[in-house]
């Protein structure tokens, strides 16, 4: 097997553990050990309680129960609990993908989405999102991009970089597509819950017996260091699944379990805490935004907490990102990560402090980085 390379990982494996304001992540800011117990709950007791023995293959039945409970039909057995999301989507692919399989995935989108079919040699339509749209997904468009063969439809919504998202009735249009030729429809809810002007969407899994259902508690919970996601799906997908996980992780550490069984007990406080702070945080943007006379230029987000911004007059966007980094201490995601080399994703989950703090040094740098020809109410400077 060939796989592409992850760029947003290289990218974050040289500059998210040296940056000291994070203007790129796609999670809400993170909990400590301590603010976790804090606020589910969770005892000492029952820590010492855990005994390092191996665990079920899906995950504890209370887990699987708490999952389904919140994010799903009820039913536990439809639940595998996961190394976060990202060892979900690499087993449901690989437990229903096969080589010459057509599949259909958004562009852009993330790197799991669509090389991990890559690899396996699916053949890959991609629908498309375009910036001068505003992101607005075109169901027309991806009509035309379902052929009677088709194997798998992969989306997120909210879309993880451009926080753009579907209504209730685009959800269905999208379910009834897929299903009008028999093709699995694998939805990634990472960001499901963290939405601003409308309700979240329900889980897929409920209206249509062939979706793939995926979630995790790294984006929206502040829990990404604990490494817990899930995929929902029919028991004989999971078993497949299971299969492959054989080969692989095996299982969750009890530890990590009793603690993510706590978090989603409670997940309703700590995502209320955390879309709170990024409800004012995207409205700082907002203004942020607006005030930089037309050097950044964006969609508003309607779910997730990442804007994927364009700078329409700078030569390298990825060069700028590494002096943002190097200068600033700054870490912004350039869209080439993403295949778009124009824009950014900029994630806004974080303090606001730190928020209101980078973007400030962006500014800063970008005033210097702009030719004076494109914006003259800038000076143009080199990025030394």
Request: glycine letters at 8%.
């Amino acid at each position: 097997m060939q796989i592409a390379p992850a760029l947003l990982e290289d990218w974050l494996r040289d500059y998210y553990f040296t940056a000291e304001i994070d203007l790129g992540s796609s999670g809400v800011e993170d909990f400590s050990l301590a603010e976790l117990r804090e606020h589910t709950g969770l005892t000492q007791a029952e820590m010492d309680a855990v005994i390092f023995r191996d665990s079920p293959s899906c995950g504890s039945d209370e887990l699987r129960q708490a999952i389904a409970a919140r994010w799903g039909n009820g039913d536990g057995r439809r639940v595998m609990a996961t190394t976060g999301s990202s060892e979900a989507l690499f087993l449901a692919m690989h437990a229903l993908l096969r080589p010459g399989d057509k599949v259909v995935v958004l562009d852009p989108c993330y790197h799991s989405l669509g090389y991990i079919a890559e690899s396996i040699n699916c053949r890959l339509k991609y629908w498309r999102l375009d910036f001068e749209r505003g992101f607005v997904p075109d169901l027309q468009e991806l009509k035309s991009l379902i052929e009677p063969d088709t194997r798998m439809v992969i989306v997120n919504f909210p879309h993880n970089p451009t926080g753009t998202t579907v209504t209730l009735e685009e959800q269905a249009e999208i379910i009834r597509l897929a299903s009008s030729v028999g093709a699995y429809l694998m939805w990634d809810s990472a960001f499901a819950e963290l939405t601003y002007d409308r309700p979240p969407l329900p889980d897929a899994g409920l209206q249509y017996e062939r979706a793939i259902s995926i979630g995790t508690l790294s984006k929206g919970y502040g829990l990404p260091g604990l490494r817990v996601g899930w995929v929902q799906a029919a028991p004989e997908v999971l078993a497949q699944c299971m299969h492959l996980r054989d080969y692989t992780s095996l299982y969750l550490s009890p530890l990590v379990e009793a603690i993510a069984l706590r978090a989603v007990l409670s997940a309703e406080k700590l995502l209320g805490m955390r879309l709170e702070q990024a409800r004012r945080n995207r409205e700082i943007v907002a203004e942020w935004i607006d005030g930089q006379q037309g050097l950044v230029e964006w969609a508003l987000p309607q779910g997730g907490v990442t804007a994927f911004v364009r700078f329409p007059f700078l030569q390298s966007v990825d060069e700028f990102c590494h002096q943002l980094t190097k200068l600033r201490k700054v870490l912004l995601v350039p869209g080439s990560c993403f295949n778009r080399p124009q824009h950014a994703r900029l994630g806004f989950g974080g303090p606001t402090a730190a928020v209101r703090q980078g973007l400030a040094h962006v500014s800063e740098l970008l005033q210097r980085a702009t030719p004076e020809s494109a914006a003259p109410a800038h000076r143009s400077a080199s990025l030394s």
